[in-house]
């Protein structure tokens, strides 16, 4: 039963002045980038405390009770207002082995995508927390402020910082069936939600304006990911959904589908508004901002929009 079926646990509005941890849950950063996102941060206004010196493991960004403690000092420290990750990659799902739930009193805003997806499924699912799948400091905001393989600046203040309920995000996508729905915003990197089903956090998307993108995989990939939600009947009280835009996902041959043809011969019979081609996730254009474990309303006509019902964040 999912914690995020009562009522949602927001974290506090992050404005200018606020205080952000720079965290590693997965794969170390290039410095360069490293240096740029947490510049763009200071920019914004934000005091950034880099609170994980780990050295780098093959993959890992250090070991796993070091990523840990990198999440943990952020969440439990009085003097840290919210968390953004330095980027994905791969680990985040190593520190769900410590009975994170009994170290998560307050909730505060987490920001990622990607890897990410996996933290943020957990934090909902045990913790009814809302987090944010958006930029990180090196995969994204590091780009700079709405540049190509950067981030849209409105869509991540307005996310993390308004405390007050009514905006629409554009999405920027196109209809692959048309139609209006309303339903709790969930999902995230595509194989990463496949990955929770047989967990006890697996993600619970009864009701749900679904999320699903990711990068690099082929049209048959993406439609064997998708014929495993289905069978496993998470699509059968979906809402809604929103599609990134699959980069790097081109068809395997000449004449042979594509993922937005995989995905609309899925998807479109369970009669349901979708939107394909929305800068969520892995994208080259400046990438949207989703708050996760709010309610909104799609409207996929167009470009499509959502508008989100509630804040994700209190005062």
Not at 20 to 48: N, T, Y
Not at 55 to 61: I, L, N, R, V
Not at 127 to 133: A, E, K, L, R
Not at 210 to 231: C, G, N, S, T, W
């Given at each position: 039963?999912?914690?995020?079926?009562?009522?949602?646990?927001?974290?506090?509005?992050?404005?200018?002045?606020?205080?952000?941890?720079?965290?590693?849950?997965?794969?170390?950063?290039?410095?360069?980038?490293?240096?740029?996102?947490?510049?763009?941060?200071?920019?914004?206004?934000?005091?950034?405390?880099?609170?994980?010196?780990?050295?780098?493991?093959?993959?890992?960004?250090?070991?796993?009770?070091?990523?840990?403690?990198?999440?943990?000092?952020?969440?439990?420290?009085?003097?840290?207002?919210?968390?953004?990750?330095?980027?994905?990659?791969?680990?985040?799902?190593?520190?769900?082995?410590?009975?994170?739930?009994?170290?998560?009193?307050?909730?505060?805003?987490?920001?990622?995508?990607?890897?990410?997806?996996?933290?943020?499924?957990?934090?909902?699912?045990?913790?009814?927390?809302?987090?944010?799948?958006?930029?990180?400091?090196?995969?994204?905001?590091?780009?700079?402020?709405?540049?190509?393989?950067?981030?849209?600046?409105?869509?991540?203040?307005?996310?993390?910082?308004?405390?007050?309920?009514?905006?629409?995000?554009?999405?920027?996508?196109?209809?692959?069936?048309?139609?209006?729905?309303?339903?709790?915003?969930?999902?995230?990197?595509?194989?990463?939600?496949?990955?929770?089903?047989?967990?006890?956090w697996e993600l619970d998307?009864?009701?749900?304006?679904?999320?699903?993108?990711?990068?690099?995989?082929?049209?048959?990939?993406?439609?064997?990911?998708?014929?495993?939600?289905?069978?496993?009947?998470?699509?059968?009280?979906?809402?809604?959904?929103?599609?990134?835009?699959?980069?790097?996902?081109?068809?395997?041959?000449?004449?042979?589908?594509?993922?937005r043809e995989v995905c609309?011969?899925?998807?479109?019979?369970?009669?349901?508004?979708?939107?394909?081609?929305?800068?969520?996730?892995?994208?080259?254009?400046?990438?949207?901002?989703?708050?996760?474990?709010?309610?909104?309303?799609?409207?996929?006509?167009?470009?499509g929009t959502l508008e989100?019902?509630?804040?994700?964040?209190?005062?």
């Amino acid at each position: 039963m999912s914690v995020g079926k009562g009522t949602p646990r927001k974290p506090k509005a992050l404005k200018a002045g606020s205080r952000l941890a720079v965290f590693a849950p997965a794969s170390p950063a290039d410095a360069v980038e490293m240096v740029a996102g947490l510049a763009e941060l200071k920019r914004q206004g934000f005091q950034v405390v880099a609170n994980q010196d780990s050295k780098p493991e093959g993959y890992f960004a250090g070991p796993a009770l070091e990523r840990l403690n990198g999440l943990l000092s952020g969440i439990q420290s009085e003097q840290i207002d919210g968390l953004v990750a330095v980027r994905g990659g791969y680990g985040s799902n190593y520190l769900l082995d410590f009975e994170l739930d009994k170290n998560l009193k307050k909730a505060k805003s987490v920001i990622g995508f990607s890897d990410l997806t996996t933290l943020q499924i957990y934090l909902w699912q045990k913790c009814g927390w809302v987090s944010f799948y958006g930029p990180m400091v090196a995969a994204g905001i590091s780009g700079g402020p709405d540049a190509a393989k950067g981030y849209d600046e409105n869509s991540f203040l307005q996310a993390i910082g308004k405390a007050e309920a009514g905006w629409k995000l554009r999405l920027k996508g196109e209809p692959v069936l048309a139609g209006q729905a309303v339903g709790r915003v969930l999902g995230g990197a595509m194989t990463l939600v496949e990955a929770t089903i047989g967990t006890p956090w697996e993600l619970d998307t009864t009701d749900s304006i679904l999320i699903l993108e990711d990068r690099a995989m082929k049209p048959y990939q993406v439609d064997r990911v998708l014929m495993h939600f289905k069978q496993a009947g998470k699509f059968e009280t979906v809402k809604g959904i929103v599609l990134g835009e699959f980069p790097d996902s081109p068809a395997v041959a000449a004449g042979a589908p594509s993922v937005r043809e995989v995905c609309a011969r899925i998807l479109r019979p369970l009669g349901i508004p979708i939107v394909f081609g929305a800068p969520v996730g892995h994208t080259m254009r400046p990438m949207l901002t989703i708050p996760l474990g709010i309610p909104a309303r799609l409207d996929a006509e167009g470009e499509g929009t959502l508008e989100f019902l509630e804040p994700a964040v209190a005062a």
